[in-house]
């Protein structure tokens, strides 16, 4: 039932959305034309999609909320390469000094991610300390040392480290996919959002309460700039601008 509604949901934002040419913001236009719609090959992601291929042959056994072998767990939940080298391109243009994932498995977006801004913090945290002993191993593999691993309970730990950190470049939002999770998310890291930020939300369209928080996040008076991809939708802050939500093939 769900394939049937996420199809559904496809077809309907296909219909809607726009490429490139249908685009009058210049801000929006350069994302897509320059990013977005970048999809030359390059070696990182040989790399790490390499890294992939392994985890989906490992046989370890994880306590995660259904306990399962590794391998199990990256094939029932996979990351297209296609949208993960997206946000790699996202990041790599942003440049930012600070970003944050909220959900990751065993460090496969996280690589990504610190891959496209080597020099950058990134505080990357998982809800299972099992999964993230995995992640480090993976990281250590590709040579990746500007990560902050941690395994804690998302709507706990969050408020205490934004306390600790001025302002947020990029934010990915992963993980809980509830609508009250997804809206506490939103409202502790808009606050330390800057013109120049980004906040990627993924599975947008997962399901009802993903779209119901999508919707209102879009509504919110202080995001200026919505990018909606399907898979994932960019927010952004950029007060001087004026308020435009864009659909997009993707």
């Not at 994302?31 to 046989?59: G, P, S």
């Not at 928080?213 to 950029?238: H, M, P, Q, Y």
Request: charged share 25%; aromatic share 8%.
């Amino acid at each position: 039932m769900l394939k049937l509604s996420l199809a559904i949901s496809f077809l309907k934002h296909w219909s809607k959305a726009k490429t490139r040419h249908g685009v009058h913001s210049p801000f929006v236009y350069r994302l897509l034309d320059e990013v977005i719609y970048d999809f030359r090959a390059k070696t990182v992601y040989q790399e790490i999609e390499q890294l992939r291929n392994d985890l989906e042959q490992d046989k370890r056994w994880i306590s995660n909320a259904e306990s399962a072998a590794v391998s199990h767990v990256t094939k029932k939940v996979p990351i297209p390469a296609k949208l993960i080298q997206l946000l790699y391109r996202l990041v790599a243009d942003l440049k930012p000094g600070i970003s944050i994932v909220l959900g990751d498995s065993f460090g496969i977006t996280t690589a990504y991610l610190s891959k496209a801004a080597p020099e950058a913090r990134l505080v990357s945290i998982m809800g299972n300390s099992e999964s993230l002993s995995i992640a480090e191993e993976a990281l250590h593999k590709l040579n990746i040392h500007n990560v902050e691993l941690l395994s804690a309970n998302v709507e706990d730990l969050l408020p205490k480290l934004l306390d600790g950190i001025p302002e947020l470049d990029f934010i990915l939002i992963d993980g809980n996919h509830s609508r009250d999770s997804i809206m506490n998310y939103f409202k502790s890291c808009l606050p330390k959002m800057s013109e120049h930020s980004m906040m990627v939300f993924e599975d947008i369209y997962r399901s009802r309460e993903m779209k119901s928080a999508w919707e209102e996040i879009k509504s919110n008076s202080e995001v200026s700039v919505t990018i909606d991809l399907f898979w994932i939708g960019l927010v952004f802050v950029r007060r001087a601008q004026r308020k435009e939500d864009f659909k997009i093939r993707f």
